[in-house]
């Protein structure tokens, strides 16, 4: 399978990854578990080796072999056991329902010795015990209390908790102790509660005693200890009353009032008698710098320094009436004092320098900025105008004169003028800069230098070699201007570019011999989302380098020629090809070996071999020794730098002329017989030699003269000459043969 994860992003990224799923296969069907799933329960007090419950694996069909129990997970404490061979499951140690409530075991079936198995879910379930009393997170506490407390408030919460689950855990709080019936408690919430209003004659302490108690079978109790602190109630003239302001909150005073200035006189009642109504007065915050001064007798409140609204217009004083009483009462009262303006503050900006950015090619109107000023003055002094100031490019901007906003009149080019300052003034009596970036828009496409390359590069250039540096320019910018360079078109697997440099490299071997021009596209994409992009023709022709040897259309070439031809006489042509083009494919013919006495010639550029004598396939004392025939080696070689060259081997066979007669080995034979030899005996030979070969060597033998009578025979082929009359010396005593050799 081939996995792949891509990302979200504009221009998205994506890794693929192989996953290979090896399928196993099973030796042995397995046993099969009569369930998948399992559920037993065992209480958490159950004695060790205690049953928990079986399960059961049935073997295959026509099985002989045993069926096992494992557990192979879930029980790393080692809490149970399994029966091995009947799969009883049974606890191993002591188990706890609050450590763990629920135990999931994996078993597995195994059929003897074979790796097949199959597995089984066991979940097993700890029934809780009430084993756990219920327990204080605290021993004790005390509270105090008032008598003027009403019935119902709670004074105490008592918590326990207890580690066992559903009733065995649930627990019920009761009031043990009967002291008193002015206090009661929550059952389930332990919620200690007052019953009726306490008074000052009565007993001033109790000792509460709570107990907790889980619902189990059989209930489990803990006991807890309250002790309250003693009340001591004295019934006494009680200053129950506060304070209170009969005075405005709110107060006004000029921003250019001098120090010392009367503010405010706060004024607070209290209807109690003596010293509980006796009221002095304070500024408990708002005042950290002294601004103000408070009388706590009269309630006079000054300037203690001069103010300024354009710092601070208001102020807000938490001032208290308190009481003399014991213990002392008080109320609060947030005193805000408005400061009034005065005309002494002129406009300023916000900033003194504005940074925004717009989008080129939008139409009139679109939003640039806001800019603002601020007065610190108040009312008619803090009504403010604007207006742009002349510079350059401020005529292709608007701004409202209310309201400080900034929009185009025209649309903008940010390749024409990206930046712009424009300087604003409201009323004439404060100016800022505004500093205008205008965004780019992706309206520009890559452009190449040139619509079309023509290079050449040599065919020995290395994989990987850089052949031409492309360049696009795009005038957006940003991602719009980036350029980014592919290849379209088929490059035969040659060729290859850098998407960031456009470098165009060399991606294999290149070979003149089987292609020798490439002609593609080359294309230039910003990284826009909408991808303009331009192209441009690439015709790469790929130099001839010397890297082929002339080769003979044979390695081995046979011709003939008559001898005794005129010199000059063309004999065979040979042929070389050469892969290579121009100097490198020129090829030229020369004999390297075989033509030491110079008896041929080869025409260099044509490859014609050719004799430079008159041949003669015999031996004779008229020409040079010569053989009847002629090993000659060939070379082709180009005009490459360096040459390089092939050899071919020719062998000439000089074909025989009948120009030579044939030649007695004696121009005269003189032979004695006797008279008295029979007819028919052997009486000489005679024997001829021919120069030439085959059957122009072929002798034949006649007697053209002097055998008149017939005495004589002679064997036309072996030139044997056999007597064929008896002789007689008294009659003839010499006969005068002529024999010719043919």
């Known amino acids: 399978l081939t996995v792949s994860a891509r990302d979200g992003g504009g221009l998205p990224s994506a890794t693929n990854a192989a996953v290979t799923v090896n399928i196993l296969q099973t030796i042995s069907a397995p046993a099969i578990f009569e369930r998948s799933r399992y559920t037993f329960s065992v209480p958490e007090d159950a004695p060790e080796d205690t049953p928990v419950g079986t399960v059961k694996a049935r073997e295959p069909p026509n099985s002989l072999e045993v069926v096992s129990y494992q557990i192979s997970s879930g029980d790393p404490h080692g809490r149970f056991s399994i029966d091995p061979q009947f799969g009883i499951i049974r606890t191993k140690k002591q188990l706890d329902h609050e450590t763990q409530s629920v135990v999931v075991l994996t078993i597995q079936s195994q059929l003897g010795d074979s790796p097949a198995y199959s597995s089984t879910q066991v979940n097993i379930s700890v029934i809780d015990v009430n084993d756990n009393p219920p327990v204080f997170l605290t021993k004790s506490g005390k509270v105090t209390i008032s008598h003027t407390q009403p019935p119902g408030t709670a004074v105490y919460i008592a918590h326990a908790e207890d580690k066992d689950s559903g009733l065995n855990g649930a627990i019920k709080y009761s009031i043990t102790s009967k002291q008193s019936n002015a206090f009661s408690i929550d059952p389930s919430l332990g919620v200690v509660n007052l019953t009726r209003k306490m008074f000052a004659d009565e007993q001033q302490e109790y000792i509460l005693h709570i107990a907790a108690e889980d619902c189990g079978s059989p209930p489990l109790t803990s006991l807890l200890i309250l002790d309250s602190q003693a009340v001591k109630i004295v019934i006494l003239d009680i200053n129950d009353n506060s304070p209170s302001f009969m005075s405005s909150p709110l107060s006004y005073v000029m921003e250019d009032a001098e120090a010392g200035f009367l503010v405010h006189h706060i004024i607070a009642k209290d209807p109690d008698e003596g010293r509980n109504g006796h009221v002095t007065y304070h500024i408990l915050s708002g005042n950290e710098n002294k601004t103000f001064v408070l009388d706590k007798i009269t309630g006079l409140l000054t300037t203690a320094q001069l103010l300024d609204r354009e710092i601070q217009e208001r102020y807000s004083l938490a001032v208290m009436a308190l009481d003399d009483g014991n213990p002392a009462l008080s109320t609060t009262q947030i005193l805000t004092v408005i400061v009034v303006d005065v005309n002494d503050e002129t406009p300023m900006f916000l900033k003194q320098l504005y940074e925004t950015a717009v989008h080129e090619n939008q139409d009139p109107g679109e939003f640039v900025i806001k800019v603002e000023a601020v007065d610190s003055d108040a009312g008619l002094n803090s009504l403010l105008r604007y207006e742009i100031l002349p510079g350059i490019g401020y005529e292709k901007f608007r701004m409202n004169s209310d309201s400080g906003e900034i929009v185009t009149t025209a649309p903008l080019d940010r390749e024409t003028q990206e930046v712009f300052s424009i300087k604003g003034s409201p009323s004439r009596s404060s100016t800022a800069q505004v500093y205008l970036t205008v965004l780019d828009e992706n309206d520009h496409n890559p452009l190449f230098a040139k619509s079309q390359y023509q290079i050449s590069v040599r065919e020995d250039l290395e994989e990987g070699s850089a052949i031409l540096d492309l360049f696009a320019s795009d005038e957006d910018d940003g991602l719009n201007g980036k350029v980014t360079y592919s290849l379209v078109d088929d490059t035969f697997g040659a060729f290859a570019i850098n998407s960031v440099t456009g470098s165009i490299v060399t991606t294999k071997a290149l070979d003149r011999e089987t292609k020798s021009h490439y002609m593609f596209r080359a294309v230039a994409s910003d990284c826009s989302t909408h991808l303009p992009r331009s192209t441009t023709a690439m015709t790469i022709s790929i130099q001839d380098v010397n890297d082929n040897v002339p080769k003979f259309q044979q390695s081995y070439y046979k011709a003939s020629v008559w001898e005794g031809q005129s010199p000059k006489t063309d004999i065979i042509q040979i042929f070389a090809t050469d892969l290579d083009s121009g100097l490198n494919g020129e090829t030229e013919y020369s004999i390297l070996s075989g033509n030491e006495n110079a008896t041929f010639l080869i025409d260099s ?63 005269e034979y003189h032979i004695h017989v006797k008279e008295s030899i029979p007819v028919g005996s052997h009486v000489t030979e005679v024997s001829a030699n021919d120069c030439d070969a085959g059957t122009n060597a072929e002798i034949s033998y006649a007697i053209i003269s002097g055998n008149d009578r017939g005495h004589f025979r002679l064997e036309g082929k072996t030139g044997s000459v056999d007597l064929t009359k008896t002789l007689d010396y008294e009659d003839t005593m010499k006969f005068t043969l002529i024999i010719q050799a043919t």
């Open 605 to 667: 550029a044509r490859g014609i071999l050719s004799t430079n004598t008159v041949l003669d396939h015999e031996n004779t004392s008229s020409y040079r020794e010569m053989a009847s025939s002629h090993r000659l080696v060939l070379l082709a070689s180009d005009h490459g730098m360096p040459s390089l060259n092939s050899t071919a081997t020719v062998l000439i066979t000089v074909l025989d002329v009948n120009d030579n007669p044939p030649v007695f080995s004696s121009p």
